[in-house]
């Protein structure tokens, strides 16, 4: 009995058979939550509606948490009905340092550690960690497994852009430390801060905060500029032709290979 | 006779024969006339200019307003010629619920409804929405069409780019709210603000008008702008090339499907 | 023997045979001469440079105006050995308007007009003018000619990137007037300053002179750069693909048509 | 045995075997230093943590150059092992002007060439040039080769950008000087320093530090912005279809060449 109440929720709660109208359900509901939570996180920051619905607020958060942890608990009691989980003790300490299931654990922690830890002084910022709860969703999605597939497909192509990137970022940073340092020392103290203008600069964000005055500094942020952010915009062309190439790879596995056949001989050609 | 009468203008308004030269010259004049509107309200908002030509002005809109009327009417009266549309009264109310005649209908609008509810206090405001005329154009060309067919053949990828973005743009507006917050509080008051911030730095408008200004937050801030800029302009490539690509098959069906001749016994394959 | 000189210098200044000695140390010359006009405009507007060496920049912009004369002067001349400029006179007139010998026109006319209109107000202005002998250039290189195949073949695409990307701008722009006129009157005085910001936004640039400050404005401009971006960007794409096409066909066609031969019974296959 | 030691060090220092333990952990050696001199070097220029850690930074230095002294020293000693350097003397003269062996030599001489010549003016400034030695770590990376491939394989489509690049950038600087002198000389004083807001504009940078604000200046600005930011990020799609490009061909050399085997005979084509 108690095993199949376990294996009923694991059923509900891990596995996602389309015909399961409880899991649907459940899925459903724990998706529109998470939407919830991230939408109530960002306009509590606001003042003038959090002071007027601050009850409200909070006790959605509280709902909130205790459906989380509740779900939590669930999932890591029913884990070891899956393969691999079977052990009661070693299973679900090998299923709690699961990426998925860790996200989980920061996604209620923020609320419980100022209750165990009252003296902490960081109190007031775990309530930002919240956000993490948006990591959540992706569960329930396979964006990141794509993402995942087309790093891994392109993945010489990516390393040689962020190496070339890096060597462009130092040394462009640190020739326009030594141009700009003398006539701007509160602009350009020192390299890392250079480096903040490096990253403004080449991927052509240019917020205005910090940016060359002297001649020779133009010509290197011009020269900077002008082969940078080609180096700098190479990873979004590589992931977006990567992404495209990927989709269709898996489209084309959905409709089942297709080949040619022969129209005169009734065989296939590849 | 009245019959006659109605589909014959059934056929210059709606129909696009051609040979039919009333056709022509009607969509030709209507074309000229939304221009003329558009750059009418362009100049119209100019001080100096709409005070020297405030009668010339405003007549033109009095007349144009006139012919979008009595086109707007004269689509609903035909309308019931075509088929799916017969029946004198429901066939009209379909009609008037299409996407393109309800943009004919908010053309004409924003100059009767200050007339009908006088004391409504918008009324100024509602001038801008003369603006819309630009989207009757749209009927004349095939380009909402074309998009259609891009977003609908790489809807995967778009939404997998929108879904991301999503998800890049809350996390890291929440994360600068809470690295800027202490020390820029008036810039960085809530999250809101912040992804506004998110949104001109991931889409590398960078205006300058809010930036980080902790060593923290332009920590997170290069990151955020190292990963998102690549994110945010994955729609960007994957319409480019899904446009390329419609273009290209559209092209192919228009010069006969190309068929690869077997070397073997010359005939055609596929 | 009159019409063996013509011909002699028709040969020198128009065509490009490789073994012509005198034709390619003319086109070295008049390549050279073109750069080192553009390097002394640019430098003469220096004030420092232009006070101390003055004589020097004005003696060598006399001695271009006489070269690119006699050049001038010597292509419409020697111009009706050329099939089709035949006629003395006809001919000739025929010549000066071809756009390339247009700008060698404009090449050299900022530097007659003064003489010949002394009282002239932009007498000072026509100099920059002189910016335009950089256009002479493209006569020795095929850049211009490729664009225009690429532009050709990508015409549909094009067409409607700007055909989108005007009604975006201008709605955007409309939009943004008719959200921020009231809060910033100075900033968003008419629909043509407001596409500035359009303008300015959309390509990313972003300098920071003009943007939204009333949270429907920055709602409205979120959208505006995220949608329009992407629109914005997409002739790029368009271009860039159909440069590589371009030129892959070209060498292609270069390197004759590379066809496999069949290893087993040496027939060509495609 | 001295020829013997000699070899082993060429071995170590310059093959890369991979069974070589010693060659092998010599590599990762040097990478290791490189990185931590390029740490070390940005970390000196904050003024705290320099003075802080002075007698650290300093000693790190000396024992940097020391080992990197020595290692120039055997690179150059151990040369003449090699085919084509066998000379004792003009091999190893040879060797020295090879590029990777002159950044081996700008990686050291920063720190010598205070010493040999005290009251160089330049003494602190020299400092900076540590960063070169970032470049000593392209010997053990392919990132420089496969570059230089798609720089060739794409020379004519790069050539044309940059050609057409320069030309918008000196004519939209010009005109853009020709509007903008006037209204704001201190911002447009002469065509450099146009051609820094053309820069800024045309890779969609902006600061902000300089932008027209004439409607003629705006006008152009908007004009070029539209135009030239499609020809500035053309080298960025073609270097990054060229490296995709290029990594695939090595992938499919790599995997030995897929060769299409005939339906009809079962024998391999090509």
């Given amino acids: 009995m108690h095993h199949k109440i376990q294996r009923r929720i694991f ?3 891990e596995l996602d058979h389309p015909e399961d109208i409880y899991s649907k359900t459940f899925k459903i509901f724990i ?3 998470i939407i919830l939570n991230i939408i109530a996180l960002i306009i509590s920051t606001v003042e003038d509606i959090y002071q007027q619905y601050q009850t409200c607020l909070d006790s959605f958060e509280i709902i909130s948490v ?3 942890t ?7 009691w029913s884990c070891n009905i899956a393969f691999g989980y079977k052990h009661p003790i070693w299973g679900r300490i090998k299923f709690i340092f699961k990426p998925l299931v860790i996200i ?7 609320f419980y550690l100022p209750l165990l830890l009252p003296n902490l002084i960081f109190t007031r910022s775990f309530r930002i960690f919240r956000i993490f709860r948006i990591f959540k969703i ?6 990141t497994k794509l993402f995942a597939q087309v790093i891994k497909s392109k993945q010489e192509e990516i390393i040689i852009a962020i ?3 890096i060597i462009l970022l130092v040394t462009s940073a640190s020739l326009m430390y030594f141009a700009e340092n003398e006539a701007q020392p509160e602009n350009f103290p020192n390299i890392p801060a250079a480096m903040w203008w490096g990253v403004v600069t080449l991927t052509t964000v240019g917020y205005g ?5 002297t001649p020779l500094g133009k010509f290197l942020g011009a020269i900077a500029a002008l082969i940078g952010i080609g180096i700098f915009a190479l990873p979004t062309g590589i992931i977006g032709s990567g992404l495209i190439e990927e989709i269709q790879k898996k489209q084309a596995l959905n409709q089942g290979k297709e080949s040619i056949i022969c129209p005169h001989c009734g065989k296939k050609i590849d």
């Fill in 31 to 33: 998706i529109t939550l």
């Fill in 104 to 110: 989980d654990l920061i996604a209620i922690l923020p």
């Fill in 11 to 13: 059923e509900i709660i």
């Fill in 209 to 213: 905060d910090i940016y060359p005055i």
């Fill in 163 to 165: 190496f070339t990137g």
């Fill in 70 to 76: 509740i779900e939590y608990i669930l999932r890591v």
């Fill in 138 to 143: 992706t569960r329930y999605s396979n964006t």
């Fill in 66 to 68: 205790t459906i989380f």
